[in-house]
């Protein structure tokens, strides 16, 4: 230690080491901090990208969207295990690319089912949407337990998702939180090109904003109605297939982040995508922020609710 050692030299040399240990030290947890914000961000972007379609453009509190997302993560098992049965070991690593439109798509139809029952009797009554959700979203959870069981089931990465990459001595970006945020922009561009830049995305901006001028002028608000709530699960339902790859999926998986979605599309902006952008930042990276500083996630948790 410095204190036996009586040469100058050596001591200064010394602690000039253990001031570049201590550099790095929090120049790593800085960038470890900021990853693991950036990632949570991602994930909080991807499942809320369809909340902001559903709750922003159509005023309609789904408290389903969390199971839409558990559709998504189920048929992403399911389309594991078909790989698994009746393909080539060799194929194995295509199963999440083949897992987004199967996600996507079943997670849509069942949007489409719960809008033509339930959703369309109840435009213009949010609470009673709420309550409504609610009960469904009940319902799934059952369902999910009734046909995979209470346990949870588990999803193997192929080999391009496990590991990470190291970009400095002491941090490693996994490679699954990478595709995660690498999904969470291709939604949130693909969302951006429908609504803005499609004659689609035309008439729901003019359904959302006047709804009968938009009749008068021949415009099928049914149908516009059902499609994109339809478009809004099934963004829920690649949510859930991209999660699925950070562990096991079980029927509460949906339950886990519905909130903080609702947060960040309430303060993002309601019918904003931009503003789901900058909310699942806002809260993601705050709530690593303040995990880091009090050294738990509960008060971490806590400050983020009491700041928003």
């Avoid at 969390?66 to 790989?83: D, K, N, R």
């Avoid at 190291?166 to 561009?189: D, E, F, H, K």
Wanted: aromatic share 8%.
């Amino acid at each position: 230690e410095a204190g036996s050692e009586t040469d100058a030299d050596v001591v200064e040399a010394m602690r000039r080491a253990v001031a570049r240990i201590e550099r790095w030290g929090i120049l790593t947890d800085v960038v470890q901090t900021t990853w693991n914000g950036l990632s949570l961000a991602s994930i909080l972007g991807v499942i809320a990208v369809g909340l902001a379609i559903t709750f922003g453009l159509m005023k309609v509190i789904n408290m389903a969207h969390g199971e839409l997302m558990l559709i998504g993560a189920y048929a992403t098992y399911l389309v594991q295990a078909g790989f698994k049965s009746s393909l080539p070991a060799s194929a194995f690593a295509m199963y999440p690319i083949v897992a987004i439109p199967v996600a996507f798509v079943t997670a849509a139809v069942l949007g489409v089912i719960l809008e033509h029952l339930i959703v369309r009797h109840l435009y213009g009554r949010p609470l009673d949407t709420l309550l409504a959700t609610f009960g469904v979203s009940l319902g799934l959870q059952q369902l999910a337990r009734h046909t995979f069981g209470a346990q949870n089931v588990d999803i193997a990465s192929p080999g391009w998702l496990t590991g990470g990459w190291q970009i400095i001595t002491g941090v490693v970006l996994p490679y699954n939180r990478l595709y995660i945020l690498a999904l969470s922009v291709a939604c949130i561009v693909g969302t951006y090109a429908v609504l803005l830049r499609s004659g689609a995305g035309l008439r729901i901006r003019a359904v959302t904003q006047n709804r009968q001028m938009s009749a008068c002028l021949g415009i099928a608000t049914r149908k516009v109605d059902r499609w994109t709530f339809a478009f809004g699960s099934g963004l829920a339902g690649v949510g859930g297939c991209a999660l699925s790859q950070l562990g096991n999926v079980g029927p509460d998986l949906g339950q886990t982040y519905i909130i903080d979605a609702f947060m960040v599309v309430v303060l993002g902006g309601v019918g904003k995508l931009a503003g789901v952008v900058c909310g699942a930042f806002m809260i993601g990276g705050g709530n690593k922020i303040l995990e880091g500083m009090t050294s738990s996630p509960v008060a971490g948790k806590v400050l983020v609710l009491v700041a928003l």
